[in-house]
Nanobody, 116 residues
Framework: QVQLVESGGGLVQPGGSLRLSCAAS????????MGWYRQAPGEQRELVAT???????NYADSVKGRFTISRDNAKNTVYLQMNSLKPEDTGVYYC??????????WGQGTQVTVSS
């Protein structure tokens, strides 16, 4: 199974930007979709954005137009560029990989806090 490590979280003011990274390692064969999820305190984990192996992207309505998911195949890394951040974007952000013949893999999460 692929191993995923997120980084780039931190504290940012409303309206600010952050870029999250998800580095994949180990058995990276057959990854078809990667996505970012987030979980706010006391809430369920929710889908933020996905990107397929072909580069197609989808976004939650709440982040559409503000967040951009991308990938760098040479670095085996997926990014989430987050602009115009709002306090409601606060939460732990998790990277997920869907891999052929494997159960989904999850990273450990990285904290994003949007506060003035």
């Amino acid at each position: 199974q692929v191993q995923l490590v997120e980084s780039g979280g931190g504290l940012v003011q409303p309206g600010g930007s952050l870029r999250l990274s998800c580095a994949a390692s180990g058995s990276i064969f057959g990854i078809t979709v990667m996505g970012w999820y987030r979980q706010a305190p006391g809430e369920q984990r929710e889908l933020v954005a996905t990107i397929t192996s072909g580069g197609s992207t989808n976004y939650a309505d709440s982040v559409k137009g503000r967040f951009t998911i991308s990938r760098d195949n040479a670095k085996n890394t997926v990014y989430l560029q987050m602009n115009s951040l709002k306090p409601e974007d606060t939460g732990v952000y998790y990277c997920k990989a869907v891999q052929l013949y494997r159960k989904a893999a999850w990273g450990q999460g990285t904290q994003v806090t949007v506060s003035s």
